[in-house]
Nanobody
Framework: QVRLVESGGGLVQAGGSLRLSCAASGRTFSRYAWFRQAPGKELEFVARISGRGGSTDYADSVKGRFTISGDNAKNTVYLQMNSLKPEDTALYYC??????????????????WGQGTQVTVSS
């Protein structure tokens, strides 16, 4: 059974930091990503990493502030979020896929999703 379990969300003041974790099980994944959805807005790509951690991509809105990384031994992917802003407030989802084709920054490039973890940044 495939499972993606996110954790690490919470309430933080603007300028603060959080680290999200995504524990994966049930398959060997070729790539992972984080997406987010704010109330009333579309699902938005945040960052992605290849299964071996060889390549990463970031949304322009988070470049220089967020870092995606992975621990293959633990089958866990992280999203370190620094210098958080109120506009980063959203439900953050971990996504994974077993294939290495298709647009890695599109929601349609991932077959497996976690339940989401809430990040709230106060001003």
């Amino acid at each position: 059974q495939v499972r993606l379990v996110e954790s690490g969300g919470g309430l933080v003041q603007a300028g603060g930091s959080l680290r999200l974790s995504c524990a994966a099980s049930g398959r060997t994944f070729s790539r992972y990503a984080w997406f987010r959805q704010a109330p009333g807005k579309e699902l938005e790509f945040v960052a992605r990493i290849s299964g071996r951690g060889g390549s990463t991509d970031y949304a322009d809105s988070v470049k220089g502030r967020f870092t995606i990384s992975g621990d293959n031994a633990k089958n866990t992917v992280y999203l370190q979020m620094n210098s958080l802003k109120p506009e980063d407030t959203a439900l953050y989802y971990c996504a994974a896929d077993t294939a290495a084709w298709g647009n890695p920054t599109s929601r349609y490039g991932y077959d497996y999703w976690g339940q989401g973890t809430q990040v709230t940044v106060s001003s």
